[in-house]
């Protein structure tokens, strides 16, 4: 493939993104850049320094302090804040609150696109978050907004973590889904929306290997084609 390529994944929290990423990443032998994990350190970034998340002007005057890398070890995406490895310490629930309060700040997003587009600069990517069809790649060759209904993601989340061996409440994991939904769909900068483009994948029937047979044929259609 000679031509460089950008894949656009987005739709909200739960909806199994990054599974369709990694699937677009493997077929298509390009780099997967999970978006929502710079958020996530931009979040513990804050929360470590103790910033107030319900004030904007702080978590603005904080960002000159962060300090992000995404290096690739062994094909695997790891995040580095001012030099340490917080691919793990950024996946708790305390920080998917603060990546939340800091993804609707402007100093925020403005970076974070920057350095997206930095990442993708020559070569092809396949990226997954919430803006990259609208914002992030408004040309992308590809644009997939993934979706669910808020019941089935949240029934989704409650296996995981049962698996994990870390029982939640249905009712309360449902109604958190429902409130980041709310965030991200009414944020004033870049809010969650399908691009017109974009082509609407809603998985809450499907399994895995639908979604991968839903999505070899948008590959012949549009990128290999
Ligand atoms: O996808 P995730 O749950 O890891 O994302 C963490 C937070 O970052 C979530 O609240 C949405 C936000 N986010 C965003 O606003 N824009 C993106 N491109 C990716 C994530």
Redesign the pocket.
Known sequence: MNKLLSIAI?GP??AG??SVAQICARELKILYL???????AV?LYMLRKGVDLEEEAAISAAMPGVELDVKYVDGEQRVFLCGEDVSCA?RGEDV?RA??????VRAV?EA?VRA?RDIARGRSVV??????GTT?FPDAELKIFVTATPEIRAQRRFDELKAKGQEGSFEEILENVKQ?DY??QN?EV?P?RKADDALLLDNTTMTISQQKEWLQKQFDKTVKG
């Open positions: 987005d929290s739960g993104k990054s999970d978006t929502g994990a710079m958020y996530r979040g950024i998917s990546a939340s309060k800091v993804s609707c997003r974070m997206q990226m997954d978050g919430r803006d990259i992030v980041r965030i991200d944020r870049s969650l």
